[in-house]
């Protein structure tokens, strides 16, 4: 079984994120890091793979040098291969334009399943995975608490639960297809030092737009859909008020969350 999965590097949601003086986000000043959500695609691509022997694992991103950086974190928790596709035409691209990427270093892959996270982490949008697989022309399983591969050759399928607020469905697919997968479908491994070691021998290939036959014109903040109008910084934190107890602390504090219609 072939299985390829789409991750993204991108900044550390716990670093001063800001936006630049063009409204996309400023990675310069943060570090970055394989999308947490993007974790979890990986391993399940991981179980899958341990599950069919003679399967590989084929992760792909889109994304400045720095990306990488998301490939390596994912060879090193197992996966087989990478493919980077970098080009500074790519600057400001939207999640349209981060789909036909996606959507045409695929094509130059064999494949069986295509998963995905859920979102990524930094513009959270969750449009990616539909729009890769409409791209492909493949069905979509989406937002995925189980996975699994059920048959083997021309009739094998794949098969998902999907929970709800009440209730949790069970959708299958004819393979080829794309699945996203949530952050409740496993627990992410840490690479081992084994895994960190044999990574830097497994192949990365890098391509450009124009290896995929991409023009620059179809990609970058100039063809965005979208753009930020306006960027506010969040305003320090006041003070909090400080409360001395003088025997009398559980009637003032009583007192203060009265105040506030907290009790």
Known sequence: MKIVVC?????????????????????????????ELDEYAVEEALKLSEAHDGSTVTVVTVGPDGASDAVRKSLQMGAD??????????????????SLVLAKAIATLEYDVVITGMASTDAG????PALVADRLGLPQVTFAGS??????????????ERDG???????ESALPALVSVTDQINEPRYP???????????????????????G???????????????????????????????????????????GAKLV
Do not use: C, N, Y
């Not at 994120?17 to 400023?26: C, I, K």
């Not at 607020?165 to 959708?171: M, Q």
């Open 81 to 98: 291969a990478g493919v980077h596709v970098v080009d500074d035409a790519l600057h400001g691209s939207d999640a349209f334009a981060t």
């Open 147 to 160: 996975l699994s591969i059920e048959g083997d050759g021309p009739g094998a399928k794949v098969v998902i």
């Open 7 to 35: 991750v993204k590097h991108v900044p550390d949601a716990q670093g001063d994120r800001r936006f630049a003086g063009d409204g996309t986000v400023d990675r310069a000043g943060v570090d970055g890091l394989l999308s």
């Open 192 to 214: 081992s030092f084994k895994g960190i070691m044999a990574a830097k021998k497994k192949p990365v290939t890098t391509l450009s737009l124009a290896d995929l036959g991409v």
């Open 216 to 258: 620059a014109g179809e990609v970058g903040l100039g063809a965005a859909w979208t753009s930020v109008a306006g960027v506010t910084q969040r305003p320090p934190r006041a003070a909090g008020t400080v409360v001395t107890d003088e025997g009398d602390g559980g009637a003032k504090l009583v007192e203060f969350l009265a």
């Open 165 to 171: 607020d009440a209730f949790t469905e069970v959708v």
């Open 125 to 128: 949008m969750s449009v990616v």
